[in-house]
Structure formats: structure tokens, C-alpha cells
């Protein structure tokens, strides 16, 4: 779980507390249940009726054992096509925060078939986004869907891998660093930066015996939605999506505000304000 709770966080940063909205579905009952997002668990499964669901398939596992590196998706908003943006946070719903984000637990697969696992993933219904891949986010590039209430999306399979060169998926052999980025040794999480590859969603293989009679819809991805960084951690461009085309020179005035544009001041604070304190209690810790 680890690796969920990193992930959200990764995709959630600059978002949780400042990027939300005020078009969403109706206001619920005072007594309605809160909403709870999450990878759903075979068996049994229950689907609540006010969201929608996302099926993917994500791999691929280096070992039967193994966990592919995990995928998060955040929602943002249908009508401008961008975060949720909020002016007044009194006018917020009520936990609405909670509907924004949701990763892919990748221990709760339905079935593995060719090194891949099949996940189904509640979501809130709206336009979701694949916000990030392990300790990666996608502000260079990424995929769009919607998600209907009482609907379950497929998405098709997102292959996975770090950029070194080392995936046996065929689409992420030549996703690699410099060899001495994939050489860092230990610390190569700090440096070593993640990607994927949309494979549309097919009839083959058949689905799980327990997903087979849900009302499955096809959807075809939105390409390229691009983002400020706000994760404020490392950035990537999906593997599958042609290369960024070429864009004249800036002059310095046109570079600083788009760097202004990508790392908002107010984030940019707050990361700052984080790392001092991160320091400062290590400092402390260092000297007792």
C-alpha cells in the first residue's frame, strides 16, 4: 500500500487543497454515505450506483509475483477541460476532495493473463485524466476519458515500465535514460523516471468471470491533454503519443512566463516551505 499512498500523493500535490470545482453531480443527502474511491477486490464485488467504474489492464510483471508499477487517474473538470479551479471554497461539497483522485491498487487483480492484471477502479462520474505512473506524473502529455454514473469504462491496457531500458514490453525497449541514470544504484528512484503505452481496449482476452455480465463500455482515449506541473515532482510525456513538435526559440520574457505558467508561484512556496521543514527536522534528528 506504500506505493498507492506515494502515487496519490504524487498526482494530488498543488491539487487537494487549492484545484477544485463547482461543477459536479447534484448535492447528496445530509446522511449519504461518503464516497470512497478505490481499486475494487474480486469477489463479491458490489458496484455503488451513484459512480461510475474504470476496468484497465496494467502490466506487464517481470515475475508471476510481481507488481507492475501503478497508475493513478485524477478527475478534472468537463467544461473547461482543465483542474478544477475554486474560487470561493465555501461553495465546495461537501468531501468533494475525495472524488478527485484514485490509484490503481495492483494487488487486487481479477485476472492475470500474459503478465498482465486486470483491475476495476471507482471513479466519480466526470472526465478523468492518467494523472501518473509510479513516482512520475504526465503534464507533457497524457490520455482524457469520461466516465458515466452506473457505467464501467474500459480503457483498455496501460503498459508500465521505468525508463530503463529493461521492460519486456516490446513498446518500452527504447524508453531509457542515460546509462548513468540507470546505473545510479540505490538511489535511482530519486532520478529514474517512469512511463506507459496505451493499448486500446479489445474482446481479447476474455474478461474475468466476475466482470463479464457488468455493463461494459468501450472508450476511445482522449490524446495529448497537457497540464502545469503541479505534482511538482518528476514529468514525462506518455510513450505512446508521437513526439512534442518542434516550437521556435523563446526570448526570455516568453521563457519566464511560461515556467511561471508551469510551476504557479503559490506551489511552488509551498514546496519550498515543505522542503525547509523536511530539513530542518532532519537537522534536528542529526543532532541528538
Not at 506505493?3 to 449519504?32: H, M, N, W, Y
Not at 478527485?100 to 485476472?111: I, P, Q
Not at 530503463?164 to 518500452?172: E, F, H, N, R, T
Request: aromatic residues 6%; glycine residues 6%; contains cysteine.
Amino acid at each position: 500500500m506504500n506505493r498507492i499512498a506515494s502515487l496519490v500523493r504524487t498526482v494530488t500535490t498543488g491539487l487537494v487543497l487549492s484545484l477544485f470545482a463547482a461543477s459536479v453531480l447534484d448535492a447528496e443527502p445530509a446522511k449519504a454515505p461518503k464516497i470512497k474511491l478505490d481499486t475494487l477486490k474480486p469477489g463479491k464485488v458490489q458496484l455503488d450506483p451513484r459512480l461510475g467504474y474504470i476496468l484497465v489492464r496494467v502490466g506487464p510483471k517481470s515475475t508471476p509475483t510481481d507488481r507492475p508499477i501503478a497508475v493513478a487517474f485524477a478527475r478534472i473538470d468537463e467544461k473547461t477541460d482543465r483542474w478544477f479551479l475554486f474560487a470561493n471554497p465555501k461553495d465546495m461539497l461537501p468531501d468533494f476532495w475525495r472524488t478527485m483522485v484514485v490509484g490503481v491498487n495492483t494487488g487486487r487483480s481479477f485476472a492475470d493473463v500474459d503478465g498482465h492484471g486486470t483491475y476495476l477502479v471507482s471513479a466519480f462520474p466526470g472526465r478523468w485524466v492518467i494523472g501518473g505512473v509510479g513516482t512520475t506524473c504526465f503534464p507533457l502529455g497524457t490520455y482524457s476519458f469520461d466516465v458515466k454514473q452506473g457505467e464501467v469504462v474500459d480503457i483498455g491496457t496501460l503498459l508500465t515500465a521505468r525508463e530503463d531500458g529493461k521492460s519486456s514490453a516490446p513498446q518500452l525497449k527504447d524508453a531509457k535514460l542515460s546509462q548513468d541514470l540507470v546505473d545510479f544504484g540505490v538511489a535511482m528512484n530519486i532520478v529514474m523516471s517512469n512511463t506507459f503505452y496505451v493499448l486500446p481496449a479489445m474482446d481479447e482476452p476474455a474478461l474475468p468471470t466476475e466482470m463479464a455480465s457488468m455493463p461494459r463500455h468501450k472508450v476511445e482515449l482522449n490524446a495529448d491533454f497537457r497540464y502545469g506541473n503541479l505534482c511538482a515532482d518528476m514529468i514525462n510525456r506518455a510513450a505512446s503519443l508521437p513526439p512534442l513538435g518542434h516550437q521556435p526559440p523563446m526570448t526570455v520574457a516568453q521563457a519566464v512566463e511560461a515556467i511561471g505558467t508551469i510551476n504557479p508561484a503559490d506551489i511552488v512556496e509551498r514546496k519550498a516551505k515543505r522542503l525547509k521543514a523536511e530539513a530542518t527536522k532532519a537537522a534536528a534528528a542529526a543532532s541528538h
